[in-house]
């Protein structure tokens, strides 16, 4: 017999006589002649209870059942006579797989997220996390779907690469060099050595790689990991991250603005409606606000804000914020916060910013100052998404290269697009975890990741 996940169960419309469920106990509670037994399979919030009468060949044994023993039961499921629960299943097999000893890390209490964190096998058996990793789960295949729907193709780039897509510097070396006996040229290690001839790192951006497929297929994402050694211990940032990246040909600014707010909408009522329990329960434990919050982002229209008036407004704005800005200084969390959570009260689209901030790939605007860069700022976040229309101008690309030193013989492929059958394109990255972070209220960016990268941090 096939087992049934208890979130399938759980719908049921009529009564059943053999069912088989596996999954681990939650609780147990004993009387004279028979136990309630709460099993949990991970499928979703909510247990099934299973009743088990000393009728039971091995009733000695099920009385003895620990919280986190592994257990199959067969039985008849029927309407519960119990409060909160519509079906239960009454018992006439119960097999204990593993029994857990008294020692198991987890107590009905509420345990801390620092300390979930520590315990990689048990985080995801917690009410909490058991949700945020269903949510993560439907938000990816929502995601997709969205994209689908829209006759997106979906692109594979690749993890190991040769460039520095945000030219920020914060790669990860990939090699196979012996660092014991390191090969060296002028007192450096020679990456002419190395597995692919030439310096590689972890990818931080598969943004270059899908321009090349926009150009070729029309609309195309990528969604997969991408690394950065930032060093920064923030709630926000991971070294190890998801990023949703779509790249669109015959395409400005403005319909990429479009798509970024679509993208934000469809998978959140998506979740609100597939995953009614997991949502449910963050908006009881984890943010009161939740719902309301989940609401305006998925009703409202976005505002629009071009950078200068966005610092204009952060200037004239009474809050004493921890950095200063002012035109051509990068705005701070604090100050996208500001901007969403107490000017606008709703997403703002930040746009056109100085170019000295900005990336080389980023379109030159006509005052020669600004590009067409895009950030999609949120309520708890601030940027959840960065992108721009992209230069498609051969000689424009090539002098904001020098200007911003990246050498052309990294790129040469990339520049060779621009030379036969250049179009307008653009396209953006929404950060995937900071999306799961929206959703669910969570705070901290290493609790919606099932094994978080922070600096000093790789235990599991
Ligand atoms: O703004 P970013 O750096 O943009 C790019 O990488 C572009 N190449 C994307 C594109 O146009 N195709 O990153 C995009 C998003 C950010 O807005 C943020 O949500 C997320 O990725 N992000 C991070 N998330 C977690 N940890 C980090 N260290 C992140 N760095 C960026
Ligand atoms: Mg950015």
Known sequence: MKRTKIFRLLQSDAPADNVLVKGWVRTTRDSKTFSFVEVNDGSCLSNIQIIADNSLENYDEVKKLTTGSAVAVTGSLSESQGKGQKWEITANRLDIISLAPETYPLQKKRHTDEFLRTIAHLRPRTNKYGAAFRIRSELSYAIHKFFRDRDFRYLHTPIITGSDCEGAGELFRVTSLDFDGLPKKEGKPDDSKDFFG??????????????????????????????????????????????????????????????????????????????????????????????????????SDYIRLPYREAVEILKKSKKKFDHDIEFGKDMQTEHERYLTEHHFKKPVIVYDYPKTIKPFYMRMNDDNETVAAMDVLVPGIGEIIGGSQREERAEVLKSRMSETGLPEDNYWWYLESREYGTVPHSGFGLGFERFIMLVTGIRNIRDVIPFPRTPGSIEF
């Open 198 to 299: 030439k310096a590689a790192n972890l990818t931080v951006s598969g943004q270059l790689s899908a321009e090349m497929f926009a150009l070729a297929l029309g609309d195309v994402y990528t969604f997969g990991p991408t690394f950065r050694a930032e060093n920064s211990n923030t709630r926000r940032h991971a070294a190890e991250f998801w990023m949703v990246e779509p790249e669109m040909a015959f395409c400005d600014l403005e319909g990429n603005m479009e798509l970024a707010e679509d993208l934000i909408k469809y998978p959140i009522q998506h979740v609100i409606e597939e995953c009614e329990a997991d949502i449910g329960l963050f908006a009881r434990f984890v943010d009161k606000n939740l719902m309301k919050t989940l609401e305006n982002i998925t009703a």
